[in-house]
């Protein structure tokens, strides 16, 4: 039997706030995650009196914030012109997270390229490393959500920052959607970043550049879709082997749904529920 909590990114629900925490709870989650970069909870929306309240609210359901949620879009961390702003942008929202007792904030820097040499990871290792620097200083983690690039690629790059501020969320689904890296053994190469995993499932259905595929290039060609998410247990994602690396490396962190497509969220999210109770052997 495997022990990980089940948590919930909230936004699935595509309901209200306070709708959602009690929808988490109602389908037997442990925690929840939210988005963090705009409107109601984003930091500036945010009066150290609703944060209060907003704690509250999560823990009279019997919850626990697992994460939240500070992908800024557009790029991630790729433009050295805008990083200045994204970055202290960045840290308003860990500082967020840990008003609301959680120290991970999740996000997507951009694609890390293979080569040290590309410009592109200079600029991603500049940013970071101010990131990485401050979430030390508050005993924080800043994930790094998988599937940009190889498990490899990942690691060399995080290994260059000296520093665990800036760790991993693990989409197993990102992985196989789109590198085509096994989760499993993604799971051995990154288990000294590993902070936080989402639970999601999917399917490559041809090979596309990740460069293209999360637009840090252009492809002229137009093209078919080139993966596909799909509920949790239908997909590419081999959950035994999977939530047993995990147990291996002694990661003890939430399995967080992400559910970002179908016509009925709630039912999709109690699926999800199931299947990981299943196979936790709960």
């Not at 840990?98 to 293979?114: A, F, R, S, Y």
């Not at 939530?243 to 179908?262: C, D, K, P, Q």
Request: charge should be negative; include cysteine; aromatic fraction near 8%.
């Amino acid at each position: 039997m495997f022990q990980f909590p089940i948590g919930v990114i909230i936004d699935g629900f595509r309901t209200d706030i306070r709708s959602a925490v009690a929808l988490a709870a109602k389908v037997g989650a442990k925690g929840i995650q939210v988005y963090s970069t705009n409107g109601d909870m984003a930091p500036e929306a945010l009066t150290p009196q609703k944060r209060r309240e907003f704690l509250d609210l999560v823990q009279g359901h019997g919850l626990t914030i697992a994460a939240l949620c500070g992908d800024l879009g557009d790029g991630g961390f790729t433009n050295p012109a805008k990083n200045p702003a994204r970055v202290e942008r960045s840290k308003r929202i860990l500082d967020l997270a840990k008003d609301l007792e959680t120290g991970v904030v999740t996000t997507h820097i951009g694609v890390v390229p293979q080569d040290k040499a590309h410009p592109r990871f200079g600029i991603l290792q500049e940013a970071c490393g101010a990131l990485a620097e401050y979430a030390d200083s508050l005993d924080a983690h800043f994930a790094i959500e998988t599937g940009p690039e190889t498990a490899a690629t990942l690691k060399t790059f995080l290994d260059s920052l000296g520093s665990r501020g800036v760790a991993v969320n693990l989409d197993p689904a990102n992985f196989v959607m789109v590198t085509g890296d096994d989760p499993a053994g993604a799971v051995r190469t990154l288990r000294d970043y590993i902070v936080h995993t989402h639970a999601k499932d999917g399917k490559q259905l041809y090979y596309r550049d990740p460069e293209e595929v999360y637009g840090m290039v252009q492809s002229h060609i137009v093209t078919s879709p080139s993966y596909q998410e799909v509920p949790l247990g239908e997909g590419q994602v081999d959950w035994p082997a999977y939530l047993a690396a995990l147990e291996h490396i002694g990661y003890t962190g939430f399995l967080t749904i992400e559910r970002e497509v179908g016509d009925n969220p709630l039912a999709d999210i109690e699926h999800a529920v199931r299947f990981l109770l299943e196979q936790l052997g709960a």
